[in-house]
């Protein structure tokens, strides 16, 4: 088993910058594939990011096209994290860390999620 817990939203400013973490405890956590989805009102959840684990080529990120360039994901022995910067108001949502065995997929298969939290940018 693997939990997570999300923490870091809050409202800010477009063109602002938060940094997301995502805690994590369980067995063998640093061998998971771990990823950053995100849900607006009424839209289904999305791919934001992921980040191999020392199962596959450690480290290795992905992004969406929507986040390249502005998002940064990491992780450590610890935790996840997602630093977004120059956010937009497009990209208010509720932010999901999830976690799973083997390779990563951009789709919502993952059997380990977060609570969720609130990130809300204002233009």
């Known amino acids: 088993q693997v939990q997570l817990v999300e923490s870091g939203g809050g409202l800010v400013q477009a063109g602002g910058s938060l940094r997301l973490s995502c805690a994590a405890s369980?067995?063998?956590?640093?061998?998971?594939?771990m990823a950053w989805f995100r849900q607006a009102p009424g839209k289904e959840r999305e791919f934001v990011a992921a980040?191999?684990?020392?199962?596959?080529?450690?480290?290795n990120t992905y992004y969406a096209d929507s986040v390249k360039g502005r998002f940064t994901i990491s992780r450590d022995n610890a935790a996840m994290y997602l630093q977004m910067n120059t956010l937009k108001p497009a990209d208010t949502a509720v932010y999901y860390c999830?976690?799973?065995?083997?390779?990563?997929?951009?789709?919502?298969?993952?059997?380990?999620w977060g609570q969720g939290t609130q990130v809300t940018v204002s233009s």
């Open positions: 999830a976690a799973r065995w083997g390779l990563i997929t951009r789709t919502t298969n993952y059997p380990y």
């Open positions: 369980g067995r063998s956590f640093s061998g998971t594939s």
């Open positions: 980040i191999s684990g020392s199962s596959g080529s450690t480290g």
